[in-house]
């Protein structure tokens, strides 16, 4: 049986409960070196084997989880954050589904939703955003054309990028060309929920300044649009004047 885990955003300790069981059931842990926090593997008992998914193929991946089903092993599949985004794994499970190995899947903290935390941001605040976009810039890997930055930048939503602190001066052109004014509340968060977890506000206009001064490369989160900001609308769920399915407005 292969399990995959979400590891959290980055914390030890926002690991999901259920996912902490699992490692430390595991036979075999095949781990995100290069982007989980070690400490997770504290979990792990005693004589688990351990390989850094960092260095394989995915081809390597398949092959090591084969082998640990053939001895009647469990595996554990540790991805950062919750592995839906950006976690590679959906041709994982079609290789597993070709060669009739069962599979299930954990959910973890993405680290958009720790940025959220760090930041103590709402990302949809009523009259400001309803929408949260995620996304990435194009670079080594492109996009679909539909989805280029200044095409989604055109809503106007709360957009949260993820793989592109080394594409700044790209990005912040494209979030202007698409309708984000040159002010737009921005943030950038390195290590979202790490303990060397940094916090860095700014704005559209100067998020590629932001990120090069202070030497932003990898494992940061961009967050754009108003909801960085003041000013919102008070949500008519508490609203004394507001009838919902619970009480009556005053």
């Known amino acids: 049986m292969v399990h995959f885990v979400g590891a959290g955003s980055g914390a030890a300790d926002l690991i999901t409960v259920r996912g902490a069981r699992l490692l ?22 005693p004589g688990c084997e351990l390989h850094d998914s960092a260095r394989l193929t995915l081809e390597e991946v398949i092959g090591i989880i084969k082998e640990a089903e053939a001895a009647g092993k469990t595996t554990v599949r540790l991805h950062t954050g919750d592995s839906s ?77 993820f793989l592109s602190t080394s594409l700044t001066e790209k990005l912040q052109s494209e979030l202007i060309e698409g309708g984000y004014s040159p002010d737009t509340p921005a943030a950038v968060v390195y290590k979202a929920t790490w303990p060397d977890e940094r916090i860095y506000r700014c704005t559209v206009g100067t998020l590629h300044r932001t990120v090069t001064e202070n030497g932003l490369k990898k494992t940061s989160l961009m967050i754009v649009g108003g909801c960085m900001g003041d000013e919102y609308l008070r949500s008519l769920l508490y609203d004394p004047k507001f009838t919902t399915e619970f009480r009556e407005a005053k």
């Not at 059931?25 to 997770?40: C, F, K, Q, R, Y």
């Not at 605040?125 to 492109?142: D, E, F, H, N, W």
Request: proline share 5%; with cysteine; charged share 20%.
């Open 24 to 45: 430390s059931e595991a036979d075999v842990v095949i781990w995100a070196g290069s982007l989980v926090n070690p400490e997770l593997l504290s979990h792990c008992r």
């Open 85 to 161: 985004i950006y976690g590679a794994v959906r041709e994982q499970f079609d290789e597993l589904e070709s060669l009739g190995i069962e599979y299930d899947v954990t959910p973890g903290v993405s680290s958009f939703c720790g940025a959220a935390a760090s930041l103590k941001a709402e990302y949809t605040l009523p009259g400001v955003s309803q929408t949260v976009i995620i996304t990435r810039a194009a670079g080594k890997t492109p996009v679909p054309e539909r989805e280029s930055i200044a095409s989604l930048a055109r809503h106007g939503a709360t957009m949260v990028l």
